[in-house]
């Protein structure tokens, strides 16, 4: 029966969403949005970041995860300086009703240490949606945020070697 809810929920919760265009972002002042981590902290983003630079990997389905841990990889090996939160977004009414399923899955997955760096926006969702677009869905959003939450870098075509160097040189690395 529990699976049988989900897949529901699921079902309803991409099958009720709208697309939006993808949208070139640079140079715009990302929208000023709360999430919770999965320590149950609520972080306003992107007024809450405290670093010259923010870097968010924004998913907005559950097969983005892999596009996110290919960056998040990339990141690690080539010893990139920057703070970096997933930002799980998933915006509507039936996510929001089962956000607390939602955010224990992704706890159960996840190590604990790493809680802090993973804001699920549920409320806020449409308008980080609408800001970048979600064609192709699968693709994490990389957004790098300067110190006044105006996006200095995007990219949303998935992972590759040439969008991490780019990324790390608007870093300086």
């Excluded at 983005?64 to 690690?76: A, C, E, K, P, V």
């Excluded at 190590?111 to 677009?133: A, N, R, S």
């Excluded at 994490?140 to 990324?167: I, M, P």
């Amino acid at each position: 029966m529990r699976i049988f809810i989900l897949i529901l929920v699921i079902f309803l919760a991409t099958g009720c969403s709208t697309i939006y265009s993808n949208q070139t972002v640079t140079g715009k002042a990302f929208p000023s949005v709360s999430g919770q981590s999965l320590e149950k902290n609520t972080i306003n983003i992107p007024s809450d970041f405290k670093g010259d630079f923010t870097l968010l990997l924004v998913g907005y389905k559950q097969n983005s995860q892999f596009d996110i841990d290919r960056w998040l990889i990339g990141l690690d090996m080539t010893s990139t300086k920057v703070d970096v939160y997933e930002i799980p977004t998933l915006p509507g009414l039936f996510p929001r009703m089962f956000s607390t399923m939602i955010d224990n899955g992704m706890r159960k997955g996840i190590p604990k240490d790493l809680w802090q760096g993973v804001i699920t926006v549920y409320e806020d969702g449409e308008l980080i949606k609408t800001f970048t677009g979600n064609e192709k869905p699968n693709n994490a959003r990389v957004l790098l945020l300067d110190k006044n939450g105006v996006v200095v870098y995007f990219y949303d075509e998935g992972f590759s070697v040439t969008a991490l160097n780019q990324l790390r040189s608007v870093l300086g690395q």
